[in-house]
């Protein structure tokens, strides 16, 4: 068995049982290490792998709390656990190669049951479904990152057979469509290959149904959907080999020539998307996980001809693309190092030659932190800035970003900001109820505040007072973003 399959059979395990990866290697060989050892190289001996195999198949994921209770053996030294040479520290076997238990203390247990617990109830960006909606109706930022997007576009150098494009957060399609939309402008003529990663069926609905008419004005247009993690999705292929078994691959051509066709089409998959396009939450991050993979590819029939070399085959896909957008691809609060590891290197190294790597995140200082810090003074949602985010990717490439280039550009180039929609007389003297409920929405939006924190606050009204009053300091309410570039050196 290779490594990386039994890395991703150990990741896979852990996610469905809500367990950190310290704590499997600590219940299946007493070795905390395992998965670390294991990905910088290290190799385990026959018999070590027989036993986390034995751990994960007496240990189903369903019953919950098997890390908690289970009682962790450890054979002796001469039927142990190498990796790199090294056995593991904790735990002692007798002279006669007898097992010794090691229970996982009560209140290590008792954290990890209230870890999960909690992880169900984080705030995940795109699947506050009231919220999201609310604000990206109410708000401009759809708009501005668009915009900005599109002005990578003359800094790209696409090669033949097309202009190659990822969104690593399709969300409703606001921005992937206005963007599509630039780059017929800019290349009329040139066949476009677009992946777009999105986790949430309902967000791959609003989205599909805002693509008809980019169809019929760029009918050299082949738009792959997908649920794909980071790591998987720009190249269409899973990791796991559990996951690959139930990989869905959908391929429609599209009939007609018209938008009213393309749309009724489109619209007819919805039940293909309803048994499909499902996802669980990872009891222990709280992050939307799929059930099964899927891939659905969206191309006109009467151009297929054109594009059969740019449609993807299953197994046989490539990245290389010439501009990646990863626009609010992670939750603010997360690590440093998860968001540089599992979002954005993954999408550094799917950039081709000259291919550009375009990110953009909350930024705050804004009156929308106003809000936040009125109701929650200590409050800090954006822990890590672009500068910070590009030294922490740096790191985590290593010399696989020897030909990468880390923009993160002045303020004056990096920062642009979006605001929310209202009347010319709609903050001046009295504001009504909606406004400020938008406003409210906006700024919890913005700053990711969990559901559980917001039920005292808004049960006393004061967040309304708060409110209030910064609108009409600021006469409206508007918000910072920040953008940073990864570039790859052409050929």
Known sequence: MRA????????????????????????????GKLVSRLRDGGRITTDTLARIKEYIVAHPPGDGRQ?????????????????????????????????????IPRSVAS??????????????????????????????????IANRVSHELGNIHPKPPAVRVFDAGVGDGSVLTRVMRSMHDRFPNVPFYIVGKEISVED?????????????EHPGTVLVLTNMAY???????????????????????????????????????EP????????????????????????????????RFLLDPIIPRLGATTANYDLVIASQPYRARAATEFKAK???????????????????????????????????????????????????VKTELGAAGRDLNFNANSDARSVFHYE??????????SIGTSTLFAAWNAAIYVAQIEDDRLAPVVANGAYLDATRDVLQTHNGLWFYDESYVISRRRD
Not at 9 to 25: H, N, P, V
Not at 73 to 95: C, E, L, W, Y
Not at 114 to 129: G, L
Not at 423 to 428: F, G, M
């Open 204 to 216: 791959v609905r609003l989205a599909l149904q805002k693509v008809a008419d980019r169809f019929f």
């Open 4 to 31: 990386e399959e039994l890395l991703q059979e150990i990741s896979d395990y852990c996610r469905q049982a809500g367990l950190a990866e310290s704590t499997f290697g600590r219940a299946s060989i007493n070795d």
């Open 272 to 303: 293909f998307l309803a048994e499909n396009w499902k996802a669980t939450v990872n009891p222990r991050t709280g992050a939307s996980v799929y059930e099964r993979p899927t891939v659905l590819v969206l191309y006109r029939e009467d151009h």
């Open 342 to 392: 599992r979002v954005i290197a993954p999408l550094a190294r799917a950039l081709g030659p000259g291919g550009r790597l375009i990110g953009i995140q909350s930024f705050g200082n804004d009156p929308g932190m106003e809000i936040i810090r009125k109701v929650w003074p200590d409050d800090n949602p954006f822990t890590t800035d672009r500068h910070e985010l590009l030294k922490a």
């Open 67 to 103: 890390a908690v209770v289970t009682r962790v053996r450890r054979s002796s030294s001469a039927n142990g656990s190498h990796v790199n040479g090294q056995n593991p520290t904790s735990g002692q076997a007798d002279s006669a190669g007898s097992t010794l238990g090691v229970d």
């Open 420 to 429: 929310m929609h209202t009347l010319p007389t709609e903050v001046e003297g």
């Open 231 to 269: 790591a998987e999705a720009p190249r269409l292929s899973v990791r796991s080999l559990t996951a690959a078994s139930s990989l869905v691959w959908h391929e429609v051509a599209l009939r007609g020539n018209t938008s009213h066709s393309f749309e009724q089409q489109i619209t007819a998959l």
């Open 111 to 144: 954290a990890m049951l209230t870890s999960a617990t909690d992880a169900r109830s984080n705030f995940r960006f795109y699947d506050n479904r009231q919220k999201y909606l609310l604000f990206v109706n109410t708000c401009s930022e759809k708009w501005e």
